[in-house]
């Protein structure tokens, strides 16, 4: 699959746990010609799994070789940014093989801008690979964000609580 170092062929269980663990802020949408599945594009967890990323996510796609790097991809990347933004992330992360470059290429095309490279980081077939690591940055709305941390977080309703009443102070203090 398209920017992953693993070379072997996964079970149909780990597929089903894959997909058991995608839910409606991680949709999975697949493509399909003649009944048969050819491609599909997921948002995944992002890079780091702690809450103050948790608006994060990661494009995951799935082509054939074939036809990684082609329009298709920028077609699928641009669709993940479109439902990406609408579920409310502010920020898209990749972590591709940097050797790929009609894939760095693809990513490029749909926006997306280097951040560095990640040396020896992956290993694949007896090598350590670097990995580019790419980001596309959304643009979020922060009173939506807010929002959505404060009613996952109790913490954050506090501290948003606690600024809103500062200041109402402030403001009434300058009166």
Do not use: N
Not at 52 to 61: I, Q
Not at 135 to 155: H, I, K, N, V
């Amino acid at each position: 699959g398209e920017g992953t170092l693993e070379i072997d062929q996964r079970p149909v269980e780990y597929r089903q746990e894959w997909l058991a663990a995608h839910d409606r802020r991680h949709p999975v949408f697949v493509g399909t010609q003649e009944e048969k599945v050819v491609c599909w594009a997921a948002l995944g967890y992002g890079v780091l799994e702690r809450y103050p990323f948790e608006w994060v996510a990661a494009p995951e796609l799935g082509l054939p070789p074939e036809l990684e790097g082609s329009e298709l991809t920028d077609l699928l990347l641009r669709f993940l940014e479109q439902q990406a933004a609408r579920l409310g992330y502010y920020k898209l992360m990749a972590c591709l093989p940097a050797r790929q470059r009609y894939l760095l290429h693809a990513y490029r095309r749909a926006g997306f801008r280097d951040v560095g490279v990640l040396r020896g980081h992956g290993y694949c077939r007896g090598e350590l690979w670097d990995m580019a690591l790419m980001e596309r940055l959304l643009t979020p709305d922060m009173g939506q964000l807010a929002e959505q941390y404060s009613r996952r977080y109790p913490f954050y309703k506090d501290y948003f609580e606690a600024e809103r009443r500062r200041r109402e102070e402030a403001a009434a203090g300058g009166l």
